[in-house]
């Protein structure tokens, strides 16, 4: 990705003024929103940690950990490019409010088949290929909708709230995860993810009609437009600088949330109370990465915070993967997670920011695309784990996160978007 010197006049991005990090909050519907989002996204982190620790307990086998990631994730690499064509022509709140009941569907699948002492590895495996495809369209259609709910000065404000939202899920879901395992079962878990479903279709179904965005209707096939959308990623190279961030750290980088059930019992000896806490950490971390960038929404050269980042990201992998005493591994995987969390939301508001409103749903499905990356590190993460230990597994691939950086480095412009 060779860049010249007219290239690189054209990579400096102007942040739009915002008078406070939390500007958006102030915004009456805007916040009930983003409390429904928190209230889901912290029921799916127990779903999640509920989902590693049931898959553990049945096989034993941190592959399988890694496949059923897999099957949860991939499928975004397979429908990713028709969410990508579909995305800016259909109307974004009916088909969220669809893929949240496909969600409840599938967790009272999981119910029934524990109810009747039935389930098994590729029960599983089967519900989170499902689940997955509907995980295609619910991700890039979130992204695409948010800077669509506030006025283009407070875009920054509630990209930033959004990640922050997530974030905060991340610290709650996974220790509430781990303590309701052990009050009210695994399978309860599932029932407690559905029931947080509930409110986010119900600010959904009552958004004021101001608030929906419109379907586009142009005479081209939905095929033109996904054409025409990379067209637009690679002929902007701070955009496309700006998605090819994540290729690593997504792909290898993020297998340590997948291994955490297996490091959280072989390395650590520690049942679901240590997993929750493992998880907690990392979203403490990511949480406050989070606050930070949305208190530095006005700052300039953020293109070389998150080219520093990524490499940082790939150190702290692997003094995490290398420890083995719990207040150690607890204190580095918030390191790990603060890291992730700043330079992921400041390359997501970048993003956000940059790009033409009649092509962001389609840039946000490649975005989200990137993340289908995910399970393919934690099946080689899985593999190497059989072989060399989940300690040595995971720290590799912070040694490749690491060597991912002089690429980001000297062969895009990152570094000089502003």
């Known amino acids: ?33 983003i409390a429904a989002v928190a209230l889901s996204t912290t029921g799916m982190m127990v779903r999640i940690t509920a989902m590693g620790y049931l898959v553990y307990d049945l096989t034993g086998d941190p592959f399988k950990l890694g496949l059923m990631s897999f099957a949860q994730v991939a499928p975004e690499i397979v429908f990713g490019p028709i969410a990508a064509a579909l995305l800016d022509r259909l109307d974004r709140r009916k088909l969220l409010i669809g893929i949240q009941l496909t969600y409840v569907l599938g967790m ?9 002492d039935r389930i098994q590895f590729w029960h599983l495996l089967c519900i989170g290929l499902v689940m997955g495809t ?18 283009r000065p407070l875009l920054s404000s509630a990209v930033a709230i959004n990640a922050a939202s997530f974030n905060g899920a991340r610290v709650i879901g996974p220790s509430l995860g781990g303590w309701l395992i052990g009050i009210i079962g695994v399978m309860w878990c599932f029932g407690v993810y559905a029931g947080t479903i509930l409110p986010y279709v119900a600010i959904l179904l009552v958004m004021p009609r101001n608030r929906r965005p419109s379907a586009r209707h142009s005479g081209a096939s939905p095929w033109s437009d996904l054409r025409e959308g990379y067209r637009y990623i690679w002929e902007h190279k701070p955009i496309r600088a700006m998605l090819t961030v994540d290729i690593v750290p997504i792909m290898l980088g993020m297998s340590y949330v997948t291994m955490a059930p297996a490091f959280a019992r072989e ?10 806490f493992l998880l907690s950490g990392n979203g403490i971390g990511s949480l406050l990465g989070t606050l930070l960038v949305a208190r530095m929404s006005g700052m300039r050269r953020r293109g070389l915070v998150v080219a520093i980042g990524v490499g940082c990201f790939g150190v702290a992998l692997i003094a995490f993967g290398l420890t083995s005493a719990f207040w150690a591994s607890f204190g580095l995987i918030i390191v790990v997670g603060l890291i992730y969390g700043t330079y992921s939301t400041m390359n997501d508001t970048l993003i956000q920011s940059t790009v033409d409103d009649e092509y962001r749903g389609r840039v946000s499905a490649t975005y989200s695309m990137l993340w289908g990356l995910s399970p393919v590190g934690g099946l080689i993460a899985g593999a190497m ?19 991912y950086t002089p690429y980001l480095w000297f062969r895009t412009p990152l570094r000089k978007v502003e």
């Open 1 to 33: 990705m060779e860049t010249t010197a007219a290239d690189e006049q054209k990579t400096t991005i102007i942040a739009p003024e915002n008078p406070s990090g939390f500007a958006a909050m102030r915004d009456s519907f805007f916040s009930k929103y």
């Open 108 to 116: 009272l699948g999981i119910m029934a088949l524990m109810a009747s």
């Open 134 to 151: 509907a995980a295609a369209f619910d991700w890039p259609t979130r992204m695409a909708l948010v800077p669509t709910l506030v006025d």
């Open 267 to 276: 390395v650590l000896h520690m049942g679901s109370d240590g997993l929750g």
């Open 385 to 403: 784990a059989r072989v060399v230990g989940v300690q040595w597994a995971i720290a590799i691939c912070g040694v490749l996160v690491l060597c």
